[in-house]
């Protein structure tokens, strides 16, 4: 009976350790394929609590990158957002999804499309990185977003 059990143990361990080596592989090709460039997340207005970022995703797979959300461990809360223009007053709204097409870029920006993030875990420092994991219909990928400081307006 217990050389079945651990029979049975091994064999699943061999499972686990082939499901991790597949999803570890699609995860590898996934990077080679989506190319983020010069994404940042901006500081925090004083008495802010929320913030978005910027960065330019390149699609060169052959299907539309269909984002579907973000995560981040420095932040309680993070939206996809798009922005309109209304009477000439920029305007923000939630999102379920920001689509780049197959073998085309889309910049995020906070006049188009972005990400939000709200409620920050720690105070954020200027020129610290965070890791943003962004959920597609093609798997996940980290983005590496820098903290920049604010523009003024």
Request: with cysteine; hydrophobic share 40%; proline share 3%.
């Amino acid at each position: 009976m217990m050389k079945k059990i651990r029979l049975l143990l091994v064999m699943c361990a061999a499972l686990v350790m082939t499901f991790s080596v597949l999803a570890e592989t699609k995860v590898n090709e996934l990077k080679k394929m989506i190319d983020v460039q010069n994404p940042v997340v901006f500081q925090l207005a004083n008495g802010a609590n929320a913030t978005g970022s910027k960065m330019t995703i390149y699609n060169h797979t052959d299907k539309d990158l269909i984002i579907d959300g973000f995560t981040s461990n420095d932040f309680k809360r993070t939206m996809l957002h798009s922005t309109r223009y209304e009477s000439g007053k920029r305007v923000m709204f939630h999102v379920d999804h920001i689509t780049v097409p197959a073998h085309k870029k889309l910049a995020l920006t906070p006049n188009t499309h972005h990400f939000m993030l709200f409620n920050p875990i720690h105070k954020l420092k200027t020129g610290e990185f965070l890791t943003l994991k962004v959920h597609t219909n093609q798997g996940e990928f980290d983005v590496i977003a820098q903290v920049v400081p604010r523009r003024l307006k």
